[in-house]
């Protein structure tokens, strides 16, 4: 069954400081993996996107990592600010027969206090 | 240029009732996946439409149908509705490209279905 797992849960850090947030994946065949911010009452919004050969991926502050053999993600934040609390939804998708099946992440809620 | 809209915002419906929620894809855009998002939980991918046609479904009974039209919007209509079907239930439409996972999602707000 492809399952994607993220840790932590929930995280509250200080507005400035760096945050990682985690994501394990058992998704075959493996497509792609996208991080989404998804900001209360909102539809989640694209930040990266990583194929099997990409292991590192950037888009301003947000810089995304993956390691395929592992089937572990990472995404990091530099220099947090108010804006960035919001859930974090790790995607990993499979194309299995040609369809396409994404499978989400629960997310990890990120509090950034001043 | 206009994002995707979902209609209606809330909704609330009783136990065994229909109900169909309405979604339109961002402009040129031609394909449309719906999702259910539960309280505190990721969304689950409930099925995809491409050129009016179903391509790609998650785990989700018969009672859930779609439809797409010819202008690309969709619709999604859950029967026999059940507690559990309360949720966010989120739209995302996707540029030309056909159905690659490699094209971007665009996400609607989404409409908040409560079952009593």
């Known amino acids: 069954k492809n399952q994607v797992e993220q840790s932590p849960q929930s995280l509250i850090i200080l507005e400035g400081k760096n945050c990682t947030l985690q994501c394990n994946y058992t998704v075959s065949p493996f497509s792609n993996l996208r991080w989404y911010k998804q900001d209360t009452g909102r539809g989640p919004v694209s930040l990266t996107i990583?194929?099997?050969?990409?292991n590192t991926k950037s888009n301003g502050r947000y810089t995304a990592t993956l390691d395929a053999d592992t089937k572990q993600s990472s995404l990091h934040i530099t220099a947090s600010q108010l804006s960035d609390s919001a859930s974090y939804i790790c995607v990993v998708s499979a194309i299995p027969g040609g369809s396409y099946i994404p499978t989400f992440g629960r997310g990890t809620s990120l509090i950034v206090h001043p | 240029e206009t994002g995707v809209t979902q209609s209606p915002t809330h909704l609330i419906k009783t136990r065994g009732q229909q109900v169909t929620l309405r979604c339109s894809s961002q402009?040129?855009?031609?394909?449309v996946s719906w999702y259910q998002q539960a309280l505190g939980q990721g969304p689950q991918f409930i099925f995809q439409?491409?050129?009016?046609?179903?391509?790609g479904r998650g785990n989700f009974p018969p009672r859930f149908s779609g439809l797409q039209f010819p202008n690309y919007s969709s619709e999604l209509n859950v029967n026999a509705l059940e507690l559990d079907d309360s949720a966010l239930y989120l739209c995302?439409?996707?540029?030309?490209?056909?159905?690659?996972?490699?094209?971007?999602?665009?996400f609607g707000p989404g409409t908040r279905l409560t079952v009593l």
């Open positions: 439409y491409y050129r009016e046609e179903e391509n």
């Open positions: 402009s040129g855009h031609n394909t």
């Open positions: 990583m194929t099997f050969s990409e």
């Open positions: 995302a439409s996707s540029p030309p490209g056909g159905t690659s996972s490699y094209n971007e999602q665009f």
